[in-house]
């Protein structure tokens, strides 16, 4: 078994040698035998661990993998504490194999840290969406991007929908009334409005846009969608949805907006101060894709003006957000920390789907295709 062992690793050195291929390197990397050092950035749950035995998409939970990994001879660090200067993330960057993040505390994998890396084989985002990696850099060192798709679609759907109603029916300053221990229903009635009949458009109609599609359906509203291509002729059948090719035609025509694109270089910064002039006096934004998506100082202006009535999401750039982020002070609203998709139904679901791709990876095995975001120096399409 050893022989043979070293024969094919001495094939596939041959073989990287005659063809020059970076790819086929990086597939040998993929598979390579022995302990590994993996290096799990989480957020710490303090004295809320002990509440729930499913709690464990944080620092204590360590995704559930710490006895498993470690069975198995790897070498396990959790932490969260990722940026500054001397942080704990930096002084494993030099000899980890594998670096495990969440979009919820990103460790930012920059091309400087990249560059320092010099063991790094492996990227696995739990949850979904990995723009905290410079993907453009790690597609230029070979390296594996990967994440958990679907694992928190219907997470992240759901907490759409409930942002949607919270703007709509103008929840919060009736929740702030009560526990300043005020009564003044004309307060919150004067813009409180049904969601039946308004118009929905949302940007990006992947799987957590075309689930939200769905949910948005027994409500009766008018529904838009705007992507790179047409949904399923069924599904559009199915919700009523109407494909509009240009995002800015579609914009004045929305009493809401979600937003549900991921973040690239073409996306950032999309909505700004000119973008959100063009949107109707008085529009509602539900933004959970990412925060650095929205130009941020446009939006609070947008919102203190009165032309924003209404924002609501969980992202924001960077994260956590500094004490001081505009979004924390801007007038209508209804902002939360990166919670979406990361319910303790999300949490076991990219617990699970990183330990998968970790059992294919020391064992040489592809990933499902769709997990993939940097593959063989390759972006996946979403971030071209």
């Not at 973040?263 to 925060?291: P, Q, W």
Request: proline share 5%.
């Amino acid at each position: 078994m050893a022989m043979a062992m070293k024969q094919v690793a001495c094939s596939a050195v041959k073989a990287v040698t005659n063809s020059g291929s970076s790819s086929l390197l990086t597939r040998q990397l993929h598979a390579s035998p022995g302990s590994k050092k993996i290096v799990g950035v989480f957020y710490k749950a303090n004295e809320y661990f002990t509440k729930n035995p499913n709690f464990v998409g944080c620092v204590e939970g360590a995704l559930g993998l710490r006895q498993w990994l470690e069975s198995k001879g790897h070498q396990y660090i959790v932490t969260d504490d990722k940026d500054g200067a001397d942080c704990e993330l930096d002084k494993h960057i030099p000899d980890l194999h594998v670096l495990i993040s969440t979009p919820f505390h990103p460790a930012y994998v920059t091309a400087e840290r990249i560059k320092k890396a010099k063991n790094l084989q492996l990227l696995l985002t739990a949850g979904i969406g990995s723009d905290h990696v410079d993907l453009k850099a790690a597609a230029e060192a070979g390296l594996t991007v990967a994440e958990v798709t679907g694992s928190n679609v219907v997470s992240v759907a759901e907490d759409e929908l409930m942002r949607i109603l919270i703007l709509v029916r103008n929840f919060l300053p009736g929740y702030h009334q009560v526990i300043t221990g005020d009564w003044n229903v004309a307060g919150i009635a004067y813009r409180a409005y049904d969601l039946e009949g308004k118009t929905v458009g949302t940007i990006g109609a992947g799987r957590i846009g075309k689930l939200l599609l769905q949910r948005l359906k027994p409500f009766n509203c008018n529904l838009l969608y705007h992507d790179r291509v047409k949904i399923d002729p069924e599904l559009e059948k199915q919700t009523g949805a109407k494909f509009e090719e240009d995002l800015d035609a579609m914009l004045p025509k929305c009493d809401i907006i979600v937003v549900n694109t991921p973040l690239t270089e073409k996306t950032r910064g999309m909505f700004n101060k000119d973008r959100i002039a063009k949107m109707k006096k008085g529009v509602l934004i539900v933004n959970n894709a990412r925060g650095a998506i929205m130009d941020t100082q446009a939006v609070a202006d947008a919102c203190s003006s009165g032309h924003i009535a209404g924002y609501s999401g969980d992202v924001w750039f960077p994260q956590p957000a500094p004490k001081d982020h505009p979004w924390r002070y801007m007038p209508n609203q209804a902002m939360t920390p990166h919670i979406s998709g990361t319910t303790i139904d999300a949490q076991l679901r990219y617990a699970a789907g990183v330990k998968d791709m970790l059992e294919r990876y020391f064992k040489g095995e592809e990933f499902p295709a769709q997990n993939y975001i940097v593959k063989e120096g390759e972006l996946a399409p979403q971030y071209r």
